[in-house]
């Protein structure tokens, strides 16, 4: 499965949120509730939020970061995203190296490495297929 991008977007695989999310996974889904529709959707693998600036990108950003989940770290002197990547989809995809993430720039999707993109899942639920 494969999640829809749109303006600036934050994926964070959802098994990182059953950890990391204080209340899981289901906690996770209760706090969203509101948006789902709106910035928030997500496949079986990936959760996705998002915003249309880089200043409301940053915030949402530093949110999760207070949740416990590390946004980057230093490999070999370069930053990476760890727990979550913010990927700005109109361009070049995510903005620093995120090896755990694949981004199709064709057809605007990301899914999780290792798996297969199968059916698109977007802000009204599947939005595309294979």
């Known amino acids: 499965m494969a999640i829809a991008l749109e303006y ?3 994926v964070i695989p959802i098994a990182k949120i059953r950890e990391k999310y204080p209340g899981g996974w289901k906690q996770c889904l209760r706090d969203h509730e509101q948006l789902f529709g709106a910035r928030v959707w997500f ?3 990936l959760f996705r939020d998002g915003t249309m600036n880089s200043q409301d ?3 949402l950003v530093e949110r999760w970061a207070q949740l416990g989940f590390a946004p980057w770290e230093s490999r070999n002197g370069s930053d990476v995203w760890l727990d979550m990547c913010v ?6 995809g995510p903005t620093m190296p995120c090896d755990w993430l694949v981004f199709d720039s064709d057809r605007r999707i990301a899914y999780l490495r290792g798996t297969e993109p199968g059916d698109v899942w977007g802000r009204d639920g599947v939005v ?3």
């Open 128 to 130: 595309g297929e294979k």
């Open 8 to 10: 600036i977007d934050l």
């Open 57 to 59: 990108m940053r915030l």
């Open 43 to 45: 496949d079986e693998c």
């Open 87 to 92: 990927l700005e989809s109109s361009a070049s």
